[in-house]
Every structure is written in C-alpha cells, then in structure tokens.
C-alpha cells in the first residue's frame, strides 16, 4: 500500500444554500457512494484507451478514509483525510490523478500528497479546485502533478489528459452556464443596462465597435431582453452574489464573509447615518463642516420620539448592536480618514492639493507640460477652437523669476489635464443636476521638489455650438477673501474631475477591466502545467468575481457608480471612449513614465530612468517595485525558456497571446503596438506588465481611497453648481458663507453617505489576502530554481519595504508625508488585515 495525504474543504453545514447536504453526504457513505481517487502513470500507457491515443495506465480506486468520523465542520475549515492507494508497479511515477465525487455535495480539493512513492518519493498535487458531483461532469476531473511542462516536454501519457482539459474550460459557446460549469468565455458588456424595467435605463453595448470599444469580460450565458436582444437580462439584485463565475474564480469562504460583513457594516452605517439626516434642518445636505466631520467624531447618538421608531422599523436591533461594536467604533461612526487624522484643514492647502496628484490615490494623470500654451487634440470641425486660454500673464509671477519658455524648457512646469477627455460630455452632463468643467491644472516644480499650482482653466461648451469652441475662464491661487474662497471652488472642480477619472479610467478600466481578458485566455489557452500559468495564476485570484459584482450593483445602470461619480448615465460609455487611447506596452510603468514626461531614459540609472521631479513617491517606490518583479520573472521564465525558438514553438503559448489580442481585447487587434510574442525579452515584458498591473499598479489607486476620499470634501465626485458669478446672489452667498456655498457646491450628503461606504469596503485588506512576494501553498512548483528565484523576489520586497520606511522619515523628501502627515505607502508591500492604506495583494481582487 502507499499512503496518500488529502487536504479539502467541505461546504460548512452553516451554508444557507447547502442545509442538510452534509447528512446526506454521511448517508452516501455508508452505502460507499464515496470520493474516489486513482493515479495514472506518466511513464507507463494504458493499454485499453478508447481513442487510440496513448495515456497513462490508470491505477485502481481508492476512497478517502474517515469521512463519516471526521465529520462537518460548523465553520469553514481545512480537514485533512488518509487515502491508501494499492501499488502497482505499472503505475511507476504518478503523474496525474482522477477524482469522482459520488456524493450529494461539491467539495474544495486543495492538495493530494502522496508520502514515498517508490523510487521517486514524495510527490505532490496542488488542485485548489471545487469538485462537484460527477453527474454535473461530461469528463472526469482529473489534476496533475505540480511540475511545469512546456507543451512538447510533457510526457505522452499525459498529453492528451492536458489537452482534452484546455478543451473543457473553453466551453461550447452556448447555453446559459451553471455554477458548476468550468467554462472562460468571452462577452461584450452588455448586461448593464436594463431596457426592459424602463428605456431610461437603457445602456449602449460596449465592446465589439468603433463606436465603444472595450475589453471583454466573463461569459454568463444568460437569456436577452425582450426589447432588445443585444442586451443581457439582468440578475435580480438579491442574486447579485450568484451571478455566474467560474466556482474556481469565486471568493473564498473566509473572503465572502469579510466582504459580507464589511458590506453590511457600511450598509448599516449608512442607513443609521441618512436617517439621522432627516432630522436636520436641511436633511440632503451637511450644514458646515463640523457636520461632515460627525460620521467620524463620536458617532451618531440614536434620537428620541418618532425618528427613533423609524429607525428601529428599519434596521432590527442586532444590526445595530452589531454595528456598534464593530471595530470598536460607535453606531453609524466611520473610521476617521487619514487626510483629516492630523489636522482637520490641511487639506485646504495648495501645497497638499498638488502633492496628492504624486502621492496620492491618481497619481498617474499628471505630465510634463512640453507647450505653452496648452493645446487641444479634439477635432477642430466638430468643437472648434479648445486650445488654452491661459496666458503668460496669468502664471509669470509665480514661476521663481523665471520667464513662461524658461519654466517649459527646464521641466519645471507640469500639467493635471482633464479637459480633452471630458470636454465631449460636459453639456450633456450638464444638462442634468450635475454641473461640471472640463478643467487643465498648471504647476510649478519648485527647489524643494514639491509642486505649487499657478492656475486653473475651468471651461465650458459654447452655448450657441460645441463647433464654437470652449468658453473658459482662469483662477489663479488666492488665499484670502473672495477671491481666496474662489480659488477653493477652482480646486474642487478639478478634485471632481480627477476622482471621476481616477474612479473611471485609473482604477476600473486599466486594472480591474483591462486584466480580466488575461485572466480568461490564460486558463482557455495556458494549460495548469504550463509554466507560464504557474507564473501569472495568483495574479489573477478573484478578478473575474469581484468585476462580476461591479457590473450587477457598482458600474451597472442605476448603480452606485451612476449614483456618486460626476458622468452618471455616461459613466461607462466615458471609460469605453477613453479605452481608444488604451496602449499596452504603456501599461509599463517605465514607458508610462516616459510617455507622460515625468521620466527621461538614463542608461547610468538600476532602473534606466531619471525621473524630473525626484521625490514622486508614487514613481520611486514603483520602479523599485517593477524592477523586483521584472527580475523574478526573468529569473524564473528563463528557467524554462534557453532560447527564442522555444518561445515561437511554444503552442499553447502562441495560442494564448494570439486568443488574448484577437478575443480579449478584440477591439484592439489590429493594433500595431501589440509585441510580437517570438523573443524571451518580449515574453518577459509581457508577463511583468501583467504582474505590475494586476498587483502594483491596482494596490496604488485602490488601497488609499479611503485615506484621502474617506473625507470627501478633499475627494468630491459631484459638483452641482457652477462657479458664482459676481453680481448675482450666488457671489453675495459667497462672500458672506464660503463654507456652505462649498458644500452645497460639492457632493450632497446622501451621495456622501452611499459613497464613503463603499470606499471603506473597497479599501480594506481581508483577512486571507496574499502579498505580492507571497504564495498560498509553498510547494506550487517542484521545480528548484524557480523556487529560489521566488525566494529572492520575496527578500527584495522585504527590503523595499525598509526602504519605504526610511523615506518616509526623509524631512528633506516633503512629498512624502505632506502638511496632512499622510506618508506614502501605498507601494508597501505587505500589510496587516483592514484599512491599513498599505500592501500590494498580488491580484485585482477587491
């Protein structure tokens, strides 16, 4: 006999969707319906193979031992069970192994490990699979041996086992799929919009035109509308959380609890906090700032008489105690934000306005300014004139003597331009409540590294025409007075506008949208056994589940995107427009450096660049971070990779780049940028892009949302009226209340509300998320060189992170911490559970 060593997770018995399953599981065994397990041989065939093709001889069952007597477990829990296989000297060196569950209930197969096969020793399987029962399967489930293969150095008998697994995760391409369907596939984002509720809440196709252009995200298979069957029918929003993902992308028990649990949290929160509203005076909106500031001071005391009835009504007890306990934290109280955690005004500041455009939550739309002044790419038939109106006058007391040409030609003069991007949307946007600018920011790199802003350009359509150009007007910095109190509104329509992009673009489209693709062609084309899967897998942990429930509550119709972020309805359209300009080798942080003009090339720099504003702590702690992750993967593709010809005759390789230009991001296909997959450099670039991406790039526009837009007056996603202008009694309020004008001016308190909410979920760490240098099972390769390698990747993470520390601590780096005392680590690589503002998961998973 040889002993085995099971590792799984059964479905708790507190399972709502699975009451009982666990007894009739008990009942299945004693009539020895049980998991079942053979071996099959990578070295010797099997001689009764039904297609003719050879495979490797499959060895006689064995059952998973103690089922009944372990027992079910009340909280989720990993269990570990003996398997005693027969030896069969014919089996020799097992290489894979086949899994019939003949019981009622699927089960999550983390690892078999066989203890001393003879000859060979120990050998181990990494499965990390849900198992369903075998009559929801056409093939039976069958996982190998975790060494990595390149296509053509598999060993035959296992070749077709490989192969005829590719073909099942691809699917048919039809049919409605089912939770316990293995299938990536692609679709257009069609199922945001729902028509048939009402025509409002219609939603254009995006993917698959000119027009809208986009990714292409998980296939569910879900029947049309019946008013338009380009359209996907929607989910019912209570069955947000079944929407269908592969079983294998779904969270974790332990995630989906924290998820849950923080979600409700919030919830609640939110709930207690607007009915607490009604009782104000002006119940939508805050009344001063002190009023903003009690969702963190103190909480929210229960009132007394009817709206206590009311709350009562709607929110049950438990919910309340609950909440009240939670963290610590009074009832409807939100953690304090760490922008006001020190000094409750240093926001205000110019200075921290500018530093959080290189050190905070988007601090990848700033760029060099090569042209004064600044000009318009838009097409001049369709909107005329759009080019700047910022004059040299404007700017040239504030540039430390230098002239206007002096300040472009020493790099001194930087760009926040939101205003080619938005200037197409901003009459239809303002022709609802919301009232916008298209916006241009110029700033000054002064002698201590920080940046100061020398102007804003606020601009308009013309009323009679887009075709007549942009009416624009210019506020330069004041800090007194009226003049003061409109500079202040200036800098918060360019705060609406760069967290509308960040939220948009930064975040949603170029992470979370953009991986989805690789994440889908990697497990259709890129066999488990290919190293290159091996490599990009943890990457790629909850994406495709986490964007699954953004379309059925965050960025659908009506959804809260719609609700809290300035475009509204047009929110999505705005992000398939804006992915025409999607590149991506540009996806590189160096090459999005350079692109931007906030780095030149330097051949005497580790990382070859020289950045123009030295202390960007977004850009140096990045590059530190993209070059330990370009060595780990140099280091361990060329493990496998000797040579270019390897690469070219990699099939499935080939496969899968070819897949993911012309089906994932299919609208792109014709691009010329896309590198051609015949070079191990390009293979290299291609997979630490990726990496960078999914892990790095996400970590540093999602993990500090709620240190700086947890206070949303420093972060407002919504402006609702246009600048005051004198003689009207909007100036009059002005000059006598700026602070309320402010608010009233900014997003309302509902929209508040909902928005600091999800934020807070967004931004917090679950309690089993895995780090960039990290792996969830130590032994996910046998192979010894790639081992080391990750090793080496992990210690040099660990010395950034000291890095890190030390910088923060630099008073001669002012760009670090700032007048608000934020310090920069969001580029931190690993971190402790909750809002920490710090740690790099290694995938887009939140």
């Avoid at 499965?127 to 190998?144: E, L």
């Avoid at 790199?445 to 025409?465: C, F, R, W, Y």
């Avoid at 509104?489 to 953009?514: E, F, M, P, R």
């Amino acid at each position: 006999m040889m002993k085995g060593r099971v590792v799984l997770q059964q479905k708790n018995v507190l399972d709502l969707s699975n009451v009982g399953a666990s007894i009739v599981d008990g009942v299945y065994e004693l009539f020895r319906q049980t998991i079942s397990l053979q071996l099959i041989s990578a070295i010797h065939h099997d001689h009764e193979s039904s297609d003719g093709r050879l495979r490797g001889k499959l060895g006689n069952p064995a059952s998973l031992e103690h089922w009944i007597t372990t027992g079910t477990p009340l909280t989720v829990k990993e269990l570990t069970y003996e398997v005693n296989f027969e030896w069969d000297e014919e089996i020799g060196l097992p290489g894979a192994f086949v899994v019939k569950n003949h019981h009622h209930n699927e089960f999550f197969l983390k690892t078999l490990t066989l203890e001393d096969v003879p000859g060979y020793g120990q050998v181990h399987f990494v499965c990390n699979s849900w198992v369903y029962p075998t009559k929801r399967y056409t093939k039976d489930r069958v996982f190998f041996a975790n060494k990595a293969y390149l296509p053509g150095e598999t060993p035959e008998l296992l070749r077709p086992y490989r192969e005829e697994e590719l073909v099942i995760l691809r699917g048919n391409g039809s049919g409605e799929l089912q939770e316990w369907d293995r299938v990536y596939d692609y679709a257009f984002y069609n199922d945001l919009g729902n028509p048939d509720n009402d025509l409002d809440d219609a939603r254009p196709v995006l993917g698959g035109s000119a027009e809208y252009p986009y990714p292409r995200r998980g296939r569910t298979g879900r029947p049309s509308t019946k008013l338009d069957p380009k359209t996907e029918s929607r989910l019912p929003l209570l069955k947000s959380l079944s929407i269908y993902v592969p079983k294998d992308e779904r969270f974790g028990h332990l995630k989906l609890s924290d998820f849950l649990g923080y979600g409700l949290k919030s919830i609640g929160q939110f709930l207690v906090s607007e009915l607490q509203a009604l009782a104000d005076s002006t119940p939508t909106e805050f009344d001063n700032f002190d009023d903003v500031l009690k969702m963190y001071e103190g909480g929210i005391k229960l009132p007394e008489g009817p709206l206590l009835d009311t709350i009562r009504k709607n929110i049950p007890f438990e919910l309340l105690k609950a909440l009240s306990e939670t963290d610590g934290e009074g009832l409807g109280k939100f953690p304090m934000p760490q922008v006001i955690e020190g000094d409750k005004s240093a926001w205000r500041t110019d200075e921290e306005f500018a530093r959080e455009m290189l050190a905070g939550i988007n601090p990848v739309s700033i760029r060099l300014l090569k042209e004064f002044p600044p000009t318009s790419k838009l097409d001049f038939a369709v909107y005329g004139n759009q080019n700047s109106s910022i004059k040299p006058s404007h700017i040239d007391t504030n540039l430390d003597g230098l002239e206007v040409e002096e300040a472009i030609k020493s790099n001194r003069v930087f760009i926040l331009d939101h205003h080619d991007s938005l200037m197409p949307y901003v009459r239809r946007i303002n022709a609802t409540s919301t009232k916008i600018y298209a916006t241009r920011t110029l700033l000054f790199l002064q002698n201590d590294g920080t940046l100061k802003p020398l102007a804003i350009e606020l601009s308009l359509p013309h009323p009679v025409g887009d075709h007549h150009g942009a009416i624009s007007k210019v506020f330069t910095p004041a800090e007194h007075g009226v003049e003061g109190s409109l500079w202040q509104l200036a800098k918060a329509y360019v705060a609406v506008n760069d967290s509308g992009v960040h939220q948009l673009i930064s975040h949603w489209l170029n992470t979370h949208c953009a991986i989805e693709p690789f994440v889908i062609a990697t497990n259709r084309q890129l066999s488990v056994l290919h190293p290159i899967h091996k490599l990009l897998q943890p990457h790629f942990l909850d994406t495709m589940n986490i964007n699954a429930f953004a379309r059925q509550i965050l960025i659908n119709g009506g959804g809260i995107v719609e609700q809290t972020v300035f475009p509204g309805k047009y929110a999505m359209e705005m992000s398939s427009v804006l992915y025409k300009d999607w590149v991506f080798p540009d996806q590189a942080l160096p090459a999005d450096l350079v692109k931007r003009g906030m780095a030149i090339e330097d051949s005497n720099s580790p990382n070859g660049l020289r950045l123009l504003i030295e202390d960007y702590p977004y850009a140096v702690d990045g590059l530190e971070i993209w070059l330990a992750i370009k060595t780990w993967v140099e280091d361990y593709c060329s493990f496998y990779y000797k040579s270019n010809d390897i690469v070219q005759n990699d099939t499935e390789l080939q496969s899968w780049w070819k897949e993911l230009r012309e089906e994932g991001h299919g609208d792109k296909k014709h691009e010329a940028w896309w590198p051609t997959m015949d070079t191990r450099q390009n293979l290299m670039d291609t997979c630490t892009t990726i990496i960078w991406v999914a892990s790095a790039l996400h970590a540093a526009v999602n993990f500090g949302q709620y240190s700086y837009a947890g206070y949303l007056p420093n972060r407002p996603t919504i402006s609702r009226r246009l600048m005051p202008e004198p003689h009207t009694p909007e100036y009059d309020e002005l000059e006598k209340n700026p602070d309320i004008v402010f608010l009233q001016t900014i997003t309302a308190q509902l929209q508040t509300l909902i928005g600091v909410s999800l934020i807070e979920i967004l931004s917090r760490h679950p309690s089993e998320e895995v780090y960039l240098g990290q792996r969830e099972c130590p032994e996910w390769t046998m192979d010894l060189e790639p081992l080391m390698a990750f090793e080496k990747f992990g210690k040099k993470l660990r010395d950034i992170e000291a890095g890190i520390v030390q910088r923060n601590t630099d008073v001669s780096l002012k760009n670090r911490v700032g007048t608000v005392d934020v310090p920069y680590t969001l580029l931190y690589p690993s971190s402790k559970e909750g809002l920490t503002g710090m740690g790099i998961p290694n995938s887009v998973s939140i």
